[in-house]
């Protein structure tokens, strides 16, 4: 480990909880203030933040290394804000304050985020307040001040087929001053669903966190599960979930690199995008008996097994796409109109991409060189060989060409994971807690990294669990990455993050 | 691009059959038009869609409708950008109570006479978030819904059929009445 201030820090814990597969340091006030602090200095990324009742939880990792959680108690209502010294932190301590009614402590910000005055009481999972209804659009946007600026808000309701969220531009003419993000409109409190739940119950609504990304969320929560309790997963099973992952991300990445384009009104690479994304989801129809594979994953392996029948469908489709699509991404290289729109649009910087952890195309058109599946390497990823496309440019082109790249990577681990899928069975039973246990995993989804934890009762109950969406560090970074563009660059902006609403909301 | 144009110009097209009307909502949507004012659409509806607390799991496939599949078009089904040009809404859910005033001020904008299609298992009432502080419930409980379309999601297929289903049934009165 590290010779720095939070390794020191950590050797003073209170207490180490077992927590599997990472530790988990109890830390007192002080010294989790003075761990956020560092975190804030580059010394760790921070992966995700939560509560639950009387804890607050923060997921840092060294660059590297394997990551550890560190929490401390909730004293009197509050704790040290983590969001004054680490930025990323400022909207998951906003949503603490909201879900739980505990004050972060020196604050920057202390709008609410998730709650809008709609809810009938406060702090749903802690204080449990009388609720103070008031108007939604009651909600202050930070000033912007400075001449000739207009504003146009946009939202809740978009024009397209998309989620709902509020975005309020600051434009000098056409161009952009500032973007403030305005989310939380389809929060549905999953923490609360998955709280005190059977484990089944809780895995079918992690299924639902994001729908495009229920794969990667079944994955890492059976896999969280499954840590907790010690389980091993049988090979055939953990290989069928990578072939599963895999799909799901060609299937997204097809869907963004035609809404891209579609953006540029360049409508061909849609239509031909469309149909590779409607080719991938029939085939994952035929195998798995689901569109968008939905609870095929679970604790303990997967429901459907692949049938030699099923690998053949698979490999057919791959061959069918593949040279369809190198032909589109030609065209899409060839042809200056649509080049001229995405390159250098967006441009999000590097240092950004670091200091907020942005994982999946984003952060990866950006430098920042992190893929879940080879840095906390899991199964059935340890040990393949596979391309981890990282950009440098950071702009719109960037985030396609990422994508571009990944489809090709995708494509050759579901071929290497078919031609050596191992015999055995896909399932095995879950055994019983013997007592309250902890998991944690984190698994790329196409998005990023998708981290769950959890804590496990006897009687198959999960206690708390928290699922934190690559999302998270994206939507921000969205704001910086407008900036200075043109209002009718931003759906091409969005779309190259293409950051989940509701895996954001919960 | 030319091999691109010459091979569209000679390949099969990728456009599934037209599927027939679903029958569970053909039968729902005329127990639904009794009672509604009936008015010419000419076999075309103009459909808005909001998703007022969905997963996105519904947006993906309401959204595959407009691809070189599934093509909506074809049916004069056309996704609009306003519920002020729409007939129909589209409503995903559960309706969270952030969206709930949205939802309804999205109603109201949409001129008479509107139709409203819940879908997903979610939006008409049957889906795993039940209950929840966030969450109002099922589409109809903020709005009046004419045709459930359940799944979780639905297939495009399911939607086509239902959707068909919907503009037969409005043309079809139109005209015995007409």
Known sequence: MHEDSISALLADALAVVPLRPWPRYELATAAFDAVARAVGDGEREMLALWAESGMVHMAIRPIGETPCVVSTAVIEGRFPSVGRWHAPAIRLERAIHDLYGYVPEGAPDERPWLDHGAWDRSGPLGTRGEAVPRDPADYPMLPVTGEGLHQIPVGPVHAGIIEPGHFRFTANGETVARLEERLGYVHKGIDALTTNAPIDRAGKVVARVSGDSTVAASFAFARAVEAALGLDVPPRASAIRGVMAELERLANHFGDIGAICNDAAFAIVLAHCGIFRERILAVSAAVFAHRLMMDTIVPGGVTTNITTEGARLIGAALDEVAPAFAEIVRLYEDTPSIQDRTCGTGHLPADLAVRFAAGGPVGRASARDFDARRDLAYAPYEGLPFDVPVLTTGDVDARVQVRIREVAASMDLIRMLLAMLPEGPTLVPVPDAAGPCEGVAVTEAFRGDLLVWLRLLPGGKVARCHVRDASWFQWPLLEAAIEGNIVADFPLCNKSFNCSYSGHDL | ?178
């Open chain 2, 1 to 178: 691009m030319r091999t691109l144009i010459l091979k569209s110009l000679f390949a099969k097209p990728v456009t599934i059959p037209a599927p027939d009307p679903s029958a569970a909502a053909l039968e729902e949507v005329g127990r639904a038009l009794e009672a509604r004012v009936r008015r010419l659409y000419g076999r075309s509806l103009a459909i808005r869609e909001v998703d007022a607390g969905s997963c996105n799991g519904c947006e993906l496939e309401i959204h595959a409708l407009n691809n070189a599949v599934y093509d909506c078009e074809r049916f004069g089904l056309r996704f609009v950008a306003s519920p002020r040009h729409a007939d129909v809404l589209m409503v995903t859910g559960p309706v969270t109570r952030n969206m709930k005033v949205a939802l309804e001020r999205t109603y109201a904008a949409t001129p008479d006479p509107k139709w409203v299609v819940a879908v997903g298992d979610c939006g008409c009432g049957c889906g795993v978030f039940g209950e929840s502080y966030a969450v109002v419930g099922a589409v109809d409980k903020v709005i009046p819904v004419d045709l459930s379309l359940r799944g979780c999601p639905p297939r495009p297929l399911d939607l086509l059929q239902g959707l068909i289903a919907l503009v037969d049934k409005t043309t079809a009165r139109q005209r015995s009445a007409g």
